[in-house]
DNA sequence: GTGAAAGCGCTAACAC
DNA sequence: GTGTTAGCGCTTTCAC
């Protein structure tokens, strides 16, 4: 029963256009009309319906937002800051929650493409092809992934974790392992690939265990796995992972980091909660989340086609910028030299040209910033 | 660019009509026409215009989801299974994050009004005025508050306060304190009533501590107050303050719970990961979830008024349901006997009718069902 | 079974 | 400065 426009045009006494201007245009309505319009709309609660105007405008003035998982605390800090970038450009977010399922995100994507003006795919688990399709209904941003011809926003974790994997090669662990993550991911791609260079040229073994899902759960199923192959150090896909691996080897007696060190990725508020603190690769999310919102809202200003003019095609786009985030290497109480080569508190020999910072530093930059 | 009806409409030379009833009504359609209508339709990657159709029907089969804070991680499970409640009765589930801020709060509730079906209001901050307001402009489900004449999804926490108070004076407890959460929440309301009413029955004085804000900060802020108060045992208004507070105390020498107790409410994932354990009330989130989604859909069937006709009004609404959902005292590790009245491990005297569940049971059911 | 016409709530030329 | 007209993409009578 909400009053539409109609109702507030009868009890003003004006036509429709005019209380259609008093709010999409103040300036072009005489200041007296505007205050009678203004005052019937607010006796009768009178709201402009969005969607209609959408219609015809093109513009919702909203932002889907496609998360993997709203569960997993990456996200939250990353939904935050978009939210956050949104609300300056005047737009809302609108987040929708796949599961980690690819039709599920197929599914929403179409659900939300028309009433929003972009969407940002984050961790999208679709395939590449699909993503593509999408976006050509659809602007879209993709998150920590790269599709060739889209914008995207990522970061670095290859970097971080070769920094991960040369600060436990500067504790003396050569018997590494890689704790994988969903199979879909673009993430576990670049971190196997950076982390196995990185063994190889510290001269260490990396034993490559998983895929499993990235929860705690799918950390802690596989601590048998990370006993029984013998190795002194872990990597983890996730700090999600790689609390629940520490857990895990807690039950079958395996101390960390003294019989075994960990290290996470994300840097999630968590890592410093538990006992002990998570040595962990961050990463940038909240950055993240404000640059999506930056790539999807570049062409602000540009108004979409109406009519029969047909839109531009992706390959149009100004700019389809891909980013790069750096990560940062925080080393905390969940690494520890390799077990049985020196007395605890000194420095082990280094594996090389592989020098870590400074004692008195306790985190390291590793990365850099790349853009296209 | 997408397709519109038209483009279906011309490349397979029906009427615009016959696509419409293509797609919302197939068995009124020639099949012939039909596999060609479909074909067309595939081939152009055309895709109703939810909006448009909204706009007509008066159904978007999308719900909007809107929470105080997307980062605690009480809600997740609750925004999951919304999601599966609503993805049952084909049903979208749109969340939006107001950080806590009843403006915000407001702001998003008029920008999904009118793309969304119904609203679930979980854990509002605005003034229960502003509520009734709003839920005249669109259906209205409220999680975890009372708001007369508005259906209502509650969760029991008077309940679980008192069983939390009652575990405590069970284990010797005397002197005990309560963190306050955010002021305007309705569950602080509840717990800080229960709890009052429980210590007094029970012959132990209480102290409310805060209110702070419900999260780890603000619990770990709160823990040279804890100290000095002298209290022995402490009931937090949710979990993440009651890991802050033990994580404070820890930096203050205190160790939990052999010198003081900390309960905890929600039973969030994380409380079973961090050490000690936390005692906690569980809530019944994902519960909470599915059955806010029901009510909001249980007049699915009703079709919106169109034209002339004027929609029933909120006190017209055939029922307006109030549910109180049950919760569950969770007793691990964070709880233990008041230090100096007992050997560890001995059962202390209890505070007479107050009885706990036996050591074998780690969990007690408290609290009951309720409707109206 | 299909087409024609009206209209959901709104904006955007174009007159006046 | 304001009214008129057309139409966004779609559904839904109502004829035929």
Redo the contacts with the bound molecule.
């Keep these: 029963m909400p009053a539409?426009?109609?109702d507030v045009a009868r009890a003003s006494?004006?036509?429709?256009?005019?209380?259609?201007?008093t709010?999409?245009?103040p300036h072009?309505?005489?200041p007296?009309?505007?205050v009678r319009v203004l005052a019937c709309a607010e006796e009768l609660g009178?709201?402009?319906?969005r969607a209609?105007?959408a219609?015809?405008?093109g513009r919702t003035h909203n932002i889907g937002l496609i998360i993997a998982d709203i569960a997993n605390p990456f996200f939250p800090p990353l939904i935050k800051a978009a939210e956050g970038q949104a609300r300056h450009r005047d737009y809302h977010v609108f987040v929708a929650d796949t599961n980690e399922d690819p039709a599920a995100e197929e599914e929403l994507v179409h659900a939300l493409a028309k009433q929003v003006d972009g969407v940002l795919l984050c961790s999208p688990r679709m395939s590449n092809a699909l993503i593509e399709q999408v976006s050509r209904e659809v602007p879209v941003v993709v998150i920590n992934r790269q599709v060739t011809g889209l914008p995207c926003v990522m970061m670095d974790v290859g970097q971080g974790a070769r920094a991960a994997i040369e600060h436990l090669l500067g504790l003396g662990h050569r018997q590494l392992a890689l704790l994988g993550g969903p199979r879909g991911s673009w993430t576990n791609q670049q971190m196997r690939r950076a982390a196995g260079a990185a063994a190889r040229s510290g001269g260490a073994e990396l034993t490559v265990l998983g895929p499993n899902p990235p929860t705690e759960t799918g950390g802690s199923a596989l601590a048998t796995q990370v006993r029984d192959s013998g190795v002194s150090a872990v990597l983890a896909y996730n700090d999600l992972m790689a609390i629940g691996l520490i857990e895990g080897l807690d039950h079958l007696g395996i101390r960390v980091p003294q019989d075994v060190s960990v290290v996470g990725v994300d840097d999630i508020a968590l890592s410093r909660l538990t006992r002990p603190k998570l040595t962990t690769v961050a990463t940038p999310t909240a950055a993240a989340g404000r640059t999506a919102v930056d790539m999807l809202l570049q062409h602000d200003s540009e108004l979409r086609p109406?009519?029969g003019g047909r839109a531009a095609a992706v390959g149009d786009r100004r700019t389809t910028a891909q980013v790069m985030l750096q990560t940062e290497l925080v080393i905390r109480d969940s690494t520890g030299p390799v077990p049985g080569r020196s007395r605890p508190g000194s420095v082990p020999d280094g594996p090389g040209p592989h020098r870590l910072a400074d004692p008195g530093s306790p985190t390291v930059t590793t990365g850099g910033v790349v853009a296209s």
């Design positions: 539409t426009i109609r006494g004006v036509h429709i256009s005019t209380v259609s201007r709010f999409s245009a072009l309505v005489n007296e009309t505007r009178y709201r402009p319906n209609a105007r219609l015809i405008t109406r009519g």
